[in-house]
């Protein structure tokens, strides 16, 4: 159990929905990660809070955004769905920035139909 | 372009046997660099990681890695091989870019140990 954690677990919903993934991480990690993982595009970064800042961006989407709260966790908002946004989501955190380990959640499926 | 590669899908290797999985980076600056392991239908778990200091790393579960700066290179190797570390190993490098540091993933390559 890395301690962090991640809600929902799975997740199947419809094309043009919305979605909200929440994560909380280990405690005392001040760093928050997202990522995707799918068969075709690999494990792709998306974005990092380091204390309730954003602080580097990835491959993430324009209908995609996140935020992390003042208590640390974090929340990755999925819009306009598609069928290709259908993926594994992943949260991870760490206590500073990327020269440090990040310990991840056990993900979010989610499935768009 | 900044990137990392895993040049193996697959690696095949009998219980008890040395093995090794390969991993190249191109990154401008040092590098600092990443094997993470995933097991089935679980988050990714960390390894080990090189930032500056000794080439050879040692990590959990008996594993180390060895950092060749004129090959750019961080192979992961373990002396001997158990069948519980079949699994699917990533290697990951910190890409520089001002407000898009990040981590660069390999595509993974999926160790298969068998007994």
């Known amino acids: 159990d890395s301690g962090v954690t991640q809600t929902p677990k799975h997740l199947i919903t419809a094309t043009g929905q919305r979605v909200t993934l929440r994560c909380s991480p280990r405690?005392?990690?001040?760093?928050v990660y997202w990522y995707q993982q799918s068969l075709d595009q690999g494990l792709q970064f998306l974005i990092q809070y380091y204390n309730g800042e954003e602080r580097a961006k990835g491959n993430i989407l324009e209908r995609f955004s996140a935020q992390q709260f003042p208590d640390l966790h974090s929340e990755l908002n999925l819009s306009s769905l598609e069928l290709g946004d259908s993926a594994l989501y992943f949260c991870?955190?760490?206590?500073?920035?990327?020269?440090?380990?990040?310990?991840f959640g056990p993900g979010t499926r989610l499935t768009v139909t | 372009a900044q990137s990392v590669a895993q040049p193996e899908d697959q690696v095949n290797v009998a219980e008890g046997n040395p093995l090794t999985v390969k991993c190249t980076y191109s990154?401008?600056?040092?590098?600092?660099l990443f094997w993470y392991v995933q097991y089935p239908n679980r988050g990714l778990q960390f390894l080990l990681k090189y930032i500056t200091g000794d080439n050879l790393v040692k990590g959990s579960y008996g594993f180390e890695a060895e950092f060749n700066k004129s090959q750019t290179s961080f192979h992961l190797k373990k002396p001997s091989a158990l069948v519980s570390d079949s699994a699917l190993y990533f290697c990951a490098v910190r890409a520089y870019g001002g407000a898009t540091n990040k981590l660069i993933f390999g595509t993974g390559t999926l160790l298969a140990v068998q007994p």
């Open positions: 990154v401008s600056g040092n590098p600092y």
């Open positions: 405690s005392g990690d001040l760093s």
């Open positions: 991870a955190s760490s206590v500073g920035g990327l020269g440090y380990e990040q310990y």
